[in-house]
């Protein structure tokens, strides 16, 4: 099963960059422009966790773009 996950920073008109990432996996640093979407996929496990970097106004913010924990399902079967 593969997430995809987008963004679309309509509020932050000076946002310079963003970088995503994971324990396995760095997206790597991308340069957005206003009110452009970012979009990024991965295989959804019961342990993924993409935490991203966002720089503007001469800051740095983060945030967990995914977290199986608070997202994914509880399945529960009666035997």
């Not at 790597?28 to 991965?42: A, E, I, N, P």
């Amino acid at each position: 099963m593969a997430l995809i996950i987008s963004y679309k920073f309509l509020m932050l008109s000076d946002l310079k960059s963003i970088r995503c990432k994971s324990k396995d996996d760095d997206l790597g640093g991308h340069k957005l422009t206003f009110d452009q979407v970012y979009y990024f996929s991965f295989r959804l496990t019961f342990f993924t966790l993409f935490y991203c970097s966002a720089n503007w106004n001469g800051r740095i913010e983060y945030f967990d773009a995914f977290d199986a924990k608070m997202h994914m399902p509880i399945f529960c079967s009666e035997h």
